[in-house]
């Protein structure tokens, strides 16, 4: 497996603030994966991070609000733009794929970042 | 979205008896993987299944892929106090056309000292 680290891992932010995730993987990897996990939730799909393109959003999440970047094979970021209480949640990063030995039938999980939104 | 049915949605046992879970779709599934969660963690894979009908353990633990392929389930064997999480299924259509994974719904472990 990969050893995936997040930053930062908790924080607290103000309304209407921005806060920047970053997600790094010890291995080159073809995929990278962005989810939200509500409390007491699911995971939920946000989006996948696509290198050196734009990232594949899922129905209810758009760019503005969750702007991410994959600059290369072992980074990247999401940004909860314009923070509300409702975005409080754990956001995971998660990776899979050939590039890094790993199958791109199998995805492992960072440690999360919780958010909590004043 | 795919829906996982998970169940039982929480179990409360006793320290050394068995636990089983499981989890269905009313879509096929190619590959069946199988996470814990602990309080403030990430998902840790417990075990990834890839074939219909394969029956793969991990110390304790024990998960089939569904001759169906549209359900999976994860047994623990003699329970101990460090199983104590929350267990989450997924489920990946085909690799071929998308490598989104779906998640079930979650299973609440609490072991009884």
């Known amino acids: 497996s990969a050893v995936i680290s997040q930053k930062p891992s908790r924080d607290i932010c103000q309304r209407g603030t921005s806060l920047t995730i970053q997600c790094q993987v010890d291995?080159?990897?073809?995929?990278m994966f962005w989810y939200r996990q509500q409390p007491g939730q699911s995971l939920t799909l946000i989006a996948t991070a696509n290198q050196g393109s734009e990232a594949t959003y899922e129905s209810g999440f758009v760019i503005d609000k969750f702007p991410i970047s994959r600059p290369n094979l072992t980074f990247s970021t999401l940004t909860v733009s314009n923070m509300s209480p409702e975005d409080s949640s754990i956001y995971l990063c998660?990776?899979?794929?050939?590039?890094?030995?790993?199958?791109?039938?199998?995805?492992?999980f960072g440690p999360g970042t919780r958010l909590t939104v004043l | 979205g795919q829906q996982l049915n998970q169940s039982p949605q929480s179990m409360f046992i006793q320290e050394g008896e068995d636990v089983s879970m499981n989890c269905t779709s009313s879509?096929?599934?190619?590959?069946w993987l199988w996470y814990k969660q602990d309080p403030g963690e990430g998902p840790v894979l417990l075990i990834a299944?890839?074939?219909?009908?394969e029956l793969t353990s991990n110390g304790r633990l024990t998960a089939q892929f569904g001759i169906t392929r549209k359900d999976s389930f994860l047994n623990i064997s003699a329970s101990i106090p460090s199983d104590v999480g929350i267990y989450f299924c997924?489920?990946?259509?085909?690799?071929?056309?998308?490598?989104?994974?779906?998640f079930g719904t979650g299973t609440s472990l609490t072991v009884i000292p």
């Open positions: 299944l890839y074939k219909a009908g």
């Open positions: 879509s096929i599934f190619n590959t």
């Open positions: 998660s990776v899979g794929g050939l590039a890094g030995g790993l199958r791109t039938d199998t995805q492992y």
């Open positions: 997924a489920g990946q259509l085909n690799p071929n056309t998308g490598n989104q994974f779906y």
């Open positions: 291995s080159q990897v073809t995929m």
